[in-house]
């Protein structure tokens, strides 16, 4: 499948990543929809017509025009991105031109530059990378933990 993206022409590579993308996005976003839709019949629906769940969908209606399209620059944020916009009901009208963006941002860049970074990264020995991202993560996640747990203010509950 590699080859015929490398010889394939620019247009032809970019349409093709495109029509992924949009695929994608809004399989994940009419997933999100489906779920919101499914769980208004069961017992947690009480959390769908909560006032949190209401200044969210208003909040991700405002601004997920935004979160939307730069998800796309991100890796491994997309789906959550448009996961959520689907179970807040994101209205189509901000969130089909918003997918769109992104999806023609995320082709460019996986015609041009990122496509070269995946011939790279397998080129790597990239198990080694991997792991190293892993370790790095893991001991971010370790200092962060223990800074927050130091920082804690002991209130007066707490006192005995």
């Known amino acids: 499948m590699m080859q015929w ?26 997933i999100g ?28 209606a405002r601004w997920g025009v935004l979160a939307v399209p730069l998800s796309f620059l991100t890796v491994g944020v997309q789906s959550a991105v448009n996961a959520s ?5 994101m209205p189509l009208r901000r969130y089909i031109p918003a997918v769109i963006v992104g999806c023609l941002l995320w082709a460019l860049i996986y015609a041009t530059v990122g496509m070269t970074v995946v011939y790279a990264w ?5 198990q080694w990378l991997l792991l190293g991202a892993v370790v790095i993560g893991l001991l971010a996640w370790l200092y962060i933990r223990r800074h927050k747990r130091a920082s804690r203010v002991v209130g007066p509950e707490e006192i005995q």
Do not use: K
């Not at 993206?5 to 009419?30: D, H, K, Q």
């Not at 489906?34 to 991700?60: D, E, S, V």
């Not at 397998?122 to 990239?126: E, F, K, M, Q």
């Open 5 to 30: 993206i490398e010889e394939a022409p620019f247009l032809v590579t970019f349409v093709f990543f495109f029509c992924g993308a949009m695929i994608r996005a809004n399989s994940t976003y009419w």
């Open 33 to 60: 929809r489906g779920l919101a839709a499914g769980m208004m019949h069961t017992r947690f629906q009480r959390l769908l017509n909560g006032p949190i769940y209401h200044r969210a969908q208003a909040l991700l």
């Open 85 to 89: 916009a689907g179970i807040a009901r």
């Open 122 to 126: 397998i080129a790597l020995d990239w």
